[in-house]
């Protein structure tokens, strides 16, 4: 079993960065795949980005490809959602999540483990 816990959220204007962080404690995290998930108010969670065990594999959902950056550090127990150019669209709570599948996954149902999330708000 693995706990998760997210931080780094904040206010941010329109056109900065963020960087949100995944610590783990328990199992090794380099066991998981992991993902990141966001959910806005009145909105279902979705899927943001994940990263396979070993880093070798990502995927991203289309909002934010070319924006957001998923990175794990496996010594660190930590992954990481770098979060550039954002906006107000990007408002939400995100979550991280662990995996023990063997593929990347984009549904929240098939994530094993849940963080309590950690709110990002972009104003314009």
């Known amino acids: 079993q693995v706990q998760l816990v997210e931080s780094g959220g904040g206010s941010v204007q329109a056109g900065d960065s963020l960087r949100l962080s995944c610590a783990a404690s328990?199992?090794?995290?380099?066991?998981?795949?992991v993902g990141w998930f966001r959910q806005a108010p009145g909105k279902e969670r979705e899927f943001v980005a994940a990263?396979?065990?070993?880093?070798?594999?990502?995927v991203y959902a289309d909002s934010v490809k070319g924006r957001f950056t998923i990175s794990r550090d496996n010594a660190k127990n930590t992954v990481y959602l770098e979060m550039h150019i954002v906006k107000p669209e990007d408002t939400a709570v995100y979550y991280c999540?662990?995996?023990?599948?063997?593929?990347?996954?984009?549904?929240?149902?098939?994530?094993?483990?849940w963080g309590q999330g950690t709110q990002v708000t972009v104003s314009s």
């Open positions: 999540a662990a995996d023990s599948g063997e593929d990347i996954r984009t549904s929240p149902s098939r994530y094993d483990y």
């Open positions: 990263i396979s065990w070993a880093g070798s594999s990502t």
């Open positions: 328990g199992r090794a995290l380099r066991t998981y795949i």
